[in-house]
């Protein structure tokens, strides 16, 4: 039997799921709440919820699957450092697993012979996007993008999905039927199964920010150690 433990503090949701596969039989004990913020406060909590539910102990995870971005900067850090705390303790793979991706294979069914550009909001034009091919695999990279330049590469085949899909619809020009989700939250069992087919030699997850933060340390009055 396989288990994976899976955490999403990416955007406003706060949510942890077990699960548990025995050949074709899977099983997931979840829990999910949207928040906004307070992630540190509720993870935990959560985590315990659904490990004693599902009668895993730590010791028996065979993986851990946290959302690495792009997303909240603070929501990203608590994630990341719970998910690596449990590697480093009971030494356990972690996987990281992209929101874009996550909202790619949710949306995939939808938009089955059409390409498919998943786009967040960021701040004032910006979105985080990705595109992917007919198939669902990835076409780029994520990246920071202007809405008004993804506008203008898209034609009447493409489908969008995301927070930032009906801003960048209506600067192309494409009706409301090809935005199938305007969305930044995803399933913790979606997250829960792109960790489970992650490759074994995956890299440790790294927090996709894609962009600086805009919080920026105070230098003034500080002194300088060089």
């Known amino acids: ?16 799921a077990v699960l548990l596969q025995d050949g074709t039989q899977v099983q997931l004990v979840r829990r999910s709440q949207m928040i906004g913020r307070g992630h540190a406060e509720m993870l935990l909590a959560m985590i315990a919820e659904v490990m004693a539910e599902a009668g895993c ?27 690596r705390g449990f590697a480093l303790v009971k030494n356990t793979p972690v996987v990281g697993v992209s929101t874009l991706d996550a909202i790619a294979m949710e949306q995939g069914s939808r938009s089955a012979g059409h390409p498919l550009l998943v ?4 701040r004032e034009n910006e979105v985080y996007t990705a595109r ?25 085949d493409w489908r969008l999905a995301g927070s930032a899909a009906p801003a ?5 020009g494409l009706g409301p039927e090809h935005v199938l989700s305007a969305s ?30 805009d919080a920026k340390p105070q230098t003034r009055g500080r002194i300088e150690r060089i």
């Open 57 to 83: 102990d730590f010791a028996d995870l065979d993986r851990i699957a946290v959302t690495n971005g792009p997303g909240s900067f603070t929501g990203l850090r608590v994630g990341l450092s719970v998910a």
């Open 119 to 122: 786009a967040l909001s960021a």
């Open 132 to 156: 992917y091919r007919l198939d669902g695999t990835l076409q780029d990279p994520a990246h920071v993008a202007l809405v008004d330049d993804l506008a203008g590469s898209l034609t009447e």
């Open 184 to 213: 930044a939250e995803v399933d913790i069992g979606t997250i829960a199964r792109l960790g489970l087919a992650a490759p074994a030699d995956a890299p440790a997850p790294v927090p996709l920010y894609l962009r600086p933060a």
């Open 1 to 16: 039997m396989k288990r994976l433990l899976a955490i999403d503090t990416a955007q406003t949701t706060c949510a942890a």
């Open 168 to 172: 960048i619809a209506a600067a192309a």
